[in-house]
């Protein structure tokens, strides 16, 4: 079974930071894509970053690029998500997602795998 664990999330300071985790089991760790999706209150889900299984990583934001820091670490089976400077737009539920597969991209339907969701708000 696969299962996608997040943590990290929780209240900060707008220009503050967080680091969110996944944790990955059931799945080949070093053949799969990984990503970050969120869905803000009354918003549809977005992308926001993913790192293929060669370490190549995507930001699908332009307001995240120069803040956040996708990474994966092999041996532990975790994805990270640096959040740096953080904003109030930045506020969403944030999703863990992966594939059985190297490729990224920022199709919701792509990923078949979800996490539970970890909540993210950014006070003004």
């Known amino acids: 079974e696969v299962q996608l664990v997040e943590s990290g999330g929780g209240l900060v300071q707008a220009g503050g930071s967080l680091r969110l985790s996944c944790a990955v089991s059931?799945?080949?760790?070093?053949?799969?894509?990984i990503g970050w999706f969120r869905q803000a209150p009354g918003k549809e889900r977005e992308g926001v970053s993913c790192?293929?299984?060669?370490?190549?990583?995507?930001y699908y934001d332009d307001s995240v690029k120069a803040r956040f820091t996708i990474s994966r670490d092999s041996a532990k089976k975790m994805v990270y998500l640096q959040m740096n400077s953080l904003q109030p737009e930045d506020t969403a539920v944030y999703y863990c997602?992966?594939?059985?597969?190297?490729?990224?991209?920022?199709?919701?339907?792509?990923?078949?795998?979800w996490g539970q969701g970890t909540q993210v708000t950014v006070s003004s």
């Open positions: 059931g799945l080949t760790f070093d053949d799969s894509a």
């Open positions: 997602v992966a594939v059985d597969y190297y490729y990224c991209t920022n199709s919701a339907t792509y990923f078949d795998y």
């Open positions: 790192i293929s299984s060669t370490h190549t990583t995507f």
